[in-house]
């Protein structure tokens, strides 16, 4: 069964950090690339890291390089999203999701998990 599962959501104040987990269940999972994005009320989903489940090749926005680092746990068998020095602006659901292409483009990514509810409170 194909499937991501996020975890790791929460409401935390500004300064503050979260590490979000996603479980993948794919074939060939070293074939993929694991993204994460999010998607702010009244605003489009957006790109926000990327890493090839092999590990390698990690590329953030803008908006989150020097703050946020995606990285697989070996023992959990996870790609994570650690989130610090978190503001307000990150509030959003943030969404797992797989390709097989290296690439940050949202259309790109055939597999998506359901999200996970991440607030900053400023």
């Known amino acids: 069964q194909v499937q991501l599962v996020e975890s790791g959501g929460g409401l935390v104040q500004a300064g503050g950090s979260l590490r979000l987990s996603c479980a993948a269940s794919?074939?060939?999972?070293?074939?993929?690339?694991m993204g994460w994005f999010r998607q702010a009320p009244g605003k489009e989903r957006e790109f926000v890291a990327r890493m090839r489940w092999t590990g390698g090749l990690q590329y953030y926005a803008d908006s989150v390089r020097g703050r946020f680092t995606i990285a697989r746990d070996y023992a959990k068998n996870t790609v994570d999203l650690q989130m610090n020095s978190l503001k307000p602006e990150d509030t959003a659901v943030y969404y797992c999701a797989a390709t097989t292409v290296i690439t940050t483009t949202l259309t790109s990514y055939n597999i998506w998990g359901q999200g996970t509810q991440v607030t900053v409170s400023s």
């Open positions: 794919l074939p060939n999972r070293s074939s993929y690339t």
